[in-house]
């Protein structure tokens, strides 16, 4: 059994990632937009489609990840699903973004329903959780497994600033279905390049490849997760950096309108985001090699912390503003880089303390805590300024409306980064890490 992984397999491991986050940010940034401007449904009952999925989601991810656990092919448990995946997001993301203009109003709701359903419920889930699972099935060497995740991190930025950047643009010029039908296409092949260019190590035979491993029955493998304390706090961790990313996020257009006064500040705040978390992850496995995961998490919510505490101390300024956002970007990028890494980290002290490797249920509730944080950061953010009485159609807001946003902007962001800054100090799995990787590595020789 060869668990040295490539740097070809971590690259193209990170290209998978990448397929993925295109399709998250074309759901997060333009979707709403395409259903109000494009489509004509209201806003409000787009954002009901929005909850009804989120409930969807809790019940989709959990059942994809029994059936990765459950799934036995010469592939392993969760490459077959990779390549399964890419066809079916490829149809997704084409539907979804072609609502005929034929149907009534009440049909193309309904169109809505079923299309995004079936992308991000179904199709996405199956990636998602595949794609997080494999990485604990490449290797038992955490510096390996962080080095791959720092990677996802470098190129899911990329993708980031050239969907976000070039996107309105394509649009402009071809519209939204030759758009979708290009991001579909693109996202298939980056996610066939991760199931071509990486393979399941564990459980390999190194002469004929094929990978030999046991379905985990959910009588089973639940139990072990529940109790697996460093299940709950990594889910945790996803859950307050997801919020951190959807609250803020959601409110920087309402930021630079409202309190800095000026939209233009959109694209360098997002500058100032993006660019330190690719720059950070270059050196974040080198980090994490010499002082740890827990260290490297508590360094980087502390990080997050001094972000925001630096635009608080002049909220009205742009420089405040972009330096504080830099310090966050070099936190927020190893938070995830860490989180990823931990995900995997959590499946084997599961098997080495309850003795039930369960990769799917694992990788599912954490990627339930990620889409709970993208909403739940979002919602809270939006409700802080409802109370403040943000009025959307009003030429100038109120004091009050105003020092909600900065409240939204601003100090939720520090409340969620002390609490993630609690997690991270509470996380101490890699006390085990050495005696972990020995012992699995035993039970798993071929």
Known sequence: MNM??????????GIGSGGGNIITQILGTFLTAYYTDSVGIAAAAVGTMMLVARLLDGISDVLMGGIVDKTRTKWGKARPWILISAPVICIGLILTFNVPESL???AKLIYAYITYVFLNCIAFTAYMISHTALLSRVTLDVNDRQSMTSINQIVNNVVQLIVTGFTIKFVTAVGWRSVSIMYGLITALMLLICFWGVKEHLDMDAETEEVKVESVPL????PAILKNKYFYLVAALFILALSIASGNGSMTVYYCGNILKDMDMMTPLSMALTLPVIIGNCFVPAIVKKIGHQKTLILSSILMLVGFLIVAINPHSGTFAIVGTVVRGFGNGAIFACGFALSAQVVDYGEWKFNVRS???VNSCVSFGQKVGLGLGAAIASWIIAAGGYVGTAK??????????IFAYVWFGVILAALLLVVSLLLNIDKYEGQIKKDLEQRHKA
């Open 4 to 13: 040295k992984v490539s740097v070809k397999e971590k690259i193209c491991y």
């Open 104 to 106: 009534s109003s009440s």
């Open 219 to 222: 009588k089973e493998a639940v």
């Open 359 to 361: 990769e799917g249920l």
């Open 396 to 405: 100038v807001q109120t004091a009050s409306a105003n020092s909600a946003i």
